[in-house]
């Protein structure tokens, strides 16, 4: 009668694990998809966001951690990368008595006043190079108590010329708020003048990277999307936010259905080996 019994709780939890089984092998796991994207992309395509241009620069499998010599396993990852070039205003600052290079020539930037309106670039003479270029001028200056002379020689007879003489003058370049001029491989525009500096701003072209990764929320422009990869060379993103986190909340509702069926067939089946073995004890009466 005992084993009896036994048998017929078995056969019911052999039938609950069968029917856990079952649902848990049928079940079809809901996954992440867009009906109406907003852009399905990619390599090489571009897209408008905010009235932006945006390119697909590159979509790849990255692989991430493993490899070392903490022996766990590498995975990998797909991520996508776009691009757009924007115009962005640079500027650089040019301290009162300072030197720069424009062109081939050194300058020297000169300010004047409490409150001035524009600078002037006075060339920088280089006056080793003039002396060492005339046969008839010793190669350096000599400082007299009245200033600063060239040792001069002609027919055989030497003179002292006054270095503000001999020397040519320097050439000068007045620039005011809002002119322009060459300045390296760029035209630059005079920005601001005070009496400590001037400053000069120009535009030029970055290029701005925004690196996605799958199912992260990034914001493009003045828009924030999800994204998902479909397969490693297809790009989607969608402004459906909520519609994506009511599929992550169904996956997650899924999961925990699925992983309490695996439990019902787990103890199931242990329930029955554990009144199987018991069916079998010797009785001692």
């Known amino acids: 009668m005992q084993r009896r ?3 017929v709780y078995v056969a019911l939890f052999v039938l609950i694990a069968g029917g856990a089984g079952v649902l848990t092998a049928t ?3 809901p996954e992440i998809g867009f009906d109406n994207p907003d852009f399905e992309v990619s390599q090489g395509d571009t897209i408008e966001v905010d009235g932006e241009e945006y390119v697909v620069a590159g979509i790849a499998e990255v692989e991430e951690g493993g490899g070392g010599h903490g022996g766990g396993g590498a995975s990998t990852s797909i991520v996508a990368t776009i691009e757009r070039e924007m115009t962005v205003e640079q500027s650089e600052a040019w301290a009162n008595e300072s030197t720069v290079q424009v062109g081939d020539q050194e300058w020297r930037v000169e300010i004047t006043g409490e409150t001035p309106s524009e600078f002037t670039l006075v060339e920088v003479l280089d006056r080793q190079a ?11 200056t000599v400082p007299r108590d009245d200033g ?4 001069v020689t002609e027919d055989g007879e030497s003179t002292l010329v006054p270095a503000e003489e001999y020397f040519p003058a320097p050439e000068e370049r007045a620039y005011a708020t ?3 001029f060459e300045y390296g491989d760029r035209t630059v525009t005079v920005d601001d003048v005070t009496a400590d500096q001037a400053v000069v701003v120009w535009e030029a072209t970055e290029t701005e990277s925004i690196e996605i990764e799958q199912h992260s929320r990034v914001t493009i422009g003045e828009t924030e999307f999800v994204a998902h990869f479909s397969d490693a060379s297809t790009l989607t993103l969608s402004s459906d936010i909520e519609g994506y986190e009511a599929q992550v909340t169904q996956i997650d509702q899924f999961q925990q259905y699925n ?3 695996t439990r019902v067939l787990v103890l199931a089946f242990l329930s029955s080996l554990l009144l199987l073995g018991a069916a079998f004890i010797p009785s001692r009466y």
């Open 5 to 7: 019994a036994v048998a």
């Open 27 to 29: 079940a079809d796991s």
């Open 130 to 140: 003039i002396l060492e270029n005339d046969p008839q001028a010793d190669n350096e």
């Open 148 to 151: 600063e002379y060239v040792v």
């Open 178 to 180: 809002g002119d322009d």
């Open 259 to 261: 992983g309490g069926l």
